[in-house]
């Protein structure tokens, strides 16, 4: 998760037309979601999980081989200093900086990349912000070249899978009818939806309840773990197994996490002091992966589907 401003270019995408190998009007309704998709226009891109619980998705940069964090937490998409080098990026310094979750704020230059290339599509004439983001490599491999984030997910209408691991993008863009179809096929098999929107720092939210308490996360692919801030444990009731340090951080157990009518018994979370902006906390990667989420940006949804829900065949 990162945040600051970002003045936003106009870019576009292009995708290949995926063959779907069926006569007209006698094709059965899809099983999986992949098919779904992909009978709905979609490109997809596979994504892999590193150690450290970290999604990524191989990438192609002005034509070099890349790879970028797969971060709904992150407001934009953020090439690390190093990796923007090794490309060539010309840079234009600013005078702000990106905030991390513990409070941390590094000065960032504004970048363009020509060409991002994942799966089988292309974006073209892609803003970034271009920071330090070296301690992304510093406990796992492959290499990462930086974080790619909410703004170009919500502007291509992607989908992130993250049990699946595979996300897709449309290639004309947010569509109403489309995420409308999305949710009937999901409700279908289980799934639990859960409006998302923007905070003001571009953000992507959803209200929960922590053992009761009414309050809101922010829904982080890049966070390895669900976490929330020392003051939020503190005032909702959190039982600590393990402390780190005098300042409450550790880990816990919250009773009940809900998350739209999704609960959580007995969930385990970290606790750390963090910056203003993170608020109560984040909902992270191992509860979107052990609940079958599926992150619908474009659509501003998330889905959620209970392990014991699940359906005996693989959607």
């Known amino acids: 998760m990162r945040s600051s401003s970002l003045a936003f270019a106009v870019a576009a ?30 490109g997809g ?35 690390d200093r190093g990796s923007a080098q090794k490309l060539g990026l010309g840079l234009k310094e600013t005078k702000e900086a990106v905030v991390g979750v513990t409070g941390q704020a590094k000065r960032f230059a504004l970048s363009n990349l020509a060409t991002l290339a994942m799966g089988n599509c292309t974006f073209t004439n892609v803003p970034v912000q271009v920071a330090d983001e ?30 699946r691991q595979m996300m897709y993008v ?22 639990v939806r859960i409006p998302m929107h ?8 959803v209200d929960a309840q922590i053992n009761g308490h009414p309050t ?14 020392a003051p939020a444990a503190t005032q909702y009731g959190t039982s600590m197994s393990r402390r780190f340090s005098a300042g409450g951080e550790g880990i816990g157990t919250v009773s009940q996490l809900s998350v739209g009518d999704l609960t959580i018994s007995n969930a385990e979370i970290m606790v750390a002091n963090v ?3 993170v608020g109560t906390g984040l909902l992270g990667e ?27 065949k693989k959607r």
Request: glycine content about 10%; proline content about 7%.
């Open 170 to 191: 449309n290639p004309k863009g947010p569509s109403a009818a489309g995420s409308q179809k999305l949710a009937q096929f999901l409700a279908g098999r289980g799934f």
């Open 45 to 79: 891109s596979p994504l892999q999980r590193r150690f450290g619980n970290h999604l990524f998705v191989n990438t192609v940069i002005n034509g070099k081989r890349t790879a970028l964090m797969v971060d709904t937490g992150c407001p934009f998409t953020l090439i």
């Open 134 to 163: 070296a301690q992304i490599n510093e406990f796992s491999r492959p290499h990462l070249d930086g974080l790619f984030g909410a703004h170009e997910m919500a502007k291509f209408g992607m989908v992130v899978d993250c049990t």
């Open 275 to 277: 910056a203003k902006m």
């Open 198 to 205: 923007f905070d003001t720092g571009h953000h992507l939210q």
């Open 13 to 42: 995408i292009s995708c290949f037309p995926i063959q779907i190998g069926h006569a007209a009007g006698s094709a059965p309704p899809p099983a999986a979601l992949k098919t779904f998709l992909e009978r709905e226009g979609y």
């Open 216 to 229: 809101r996360l922010i829904v982080d692919t890049g966070a390895f773990t669900t976490l929330l801030s």
């Open 286 to 312: 191992e509860y979107l992966s052990w609940n079958f989420g599926v992150v619908d940006v474009g659509g501003m949804n998330l889905y959620l589907r209970p392990p014991e829900s699940a359906p005996t």
